[in-house]
């Protein structure tokens, strides 16, 4: 399909063990944006991609979160030594824009992650 | 500290009549405003946005108002059908920035 992908949908992990949730954007798509969405609430920003430059990570709750997109397509975001917060949905969005907030981004359908 | 806040976590209407969706910002520095739709299972999708040198834009059934001095908007659905059933997230930010803050979602529930 044509729009961003996900992989895996469902994640279930105990506490302490590492995590890496991957994205593919849609082709072409320069901007690539990591969100964390808590049970009852909307996304949270966690990171933005320029191509393959991390421009803002400010986001990210801890040192134990790390994004990376070294190719400026695909990208992974590892979570070291899970929690039980660590436990939502991750949501990945992409767009053709650079830098502009008035344009809308396009979101994958998420990695659900479960620490237990 | 939520700058943006959809107070009503759920709404339910009748097919054929008008949904109002609300949402209302703290910083007055945003100028752009965007609602997403989100099915179960499926990530968020947009469905209209506005700028803040506007006060009303219209896409089909959809019509987002924005009100400036009360720092509130809302999206109105005329006439609602049962496959608008969704969660509605309003987002705000700056248009020299890509970074959007989301309000925390109204279920909408349009009954047949």
């Known amino acids: 399909g044509a729009g961003v992908s996900q992989s895996p949908r469902y994640k279930v992990a105990k506490r302490g063990q590492d995590v890496a949730l991957r994205c593919d954007p849609i082709s072409g798509h320069v901007s690539l944006f990591w969100y964390q969405q808590a049970l009852g609430q909307g996304p949270e920003f966690l990171t933005y991609?320029?191509?393959?430059?991390?421009?803002?990570k400010s986001g990210l709750p801890s040192d134990r979160f790390f994004a990376e997109r070294p190719e400026g397509s695909v990208s992974t975001l590892k979570i070291q030594r899970t929690q039980q917060e660590d436990s939502a949905v991750y949501l990945c969005?992409?767009?053709?824009?650079?830098?502009?907030?008035?344009?809308?981004?396009?979101f994958g359908q998420g990695t659900r992650l479960t620490v237990v | 500290d939520q700058q943006v806040k959809q107070n009503s976590p759920s709404l339910s209407v009748q097919e054929g009549r008008i949904s109002i969706l609300n949402c209302d910002y703290t910083n007055s520095m945003f100028d752009y405003f965007l609602w997403y739709k989100k099915y179960p299972a499926e990530g968020p999708t947009f469905l209209i946005s506005i700028s803040s040198i506007k006060d009303k834009n219209e896409d089909g059934r959809f019509t987002v108002f924005l009100n400036k001095s009360a720092k509130h908007l809302s999206l109105h659905i005329v006439p609602s059908q049962p496959g608008d059933s969704a969660v509605y997230f309003c987002?705000?930010?700056?248009?020299?920035?890509?970074?959007?803050?989301f309000g925390s979602g109204t279920r909408l529930l349009v009954r047949p």
């Open positions: 969005a992409s767009s053709p824009w650079q830098l502009q907030g008035n344009t809308e981004a396009f």
């Open positions: 987002a705000s930010g700056k248009d020299s920035s890509y970074k959007l803050i």
């Open positions: 991609f320029q191509n393959e430059a991390q421009l803002d």
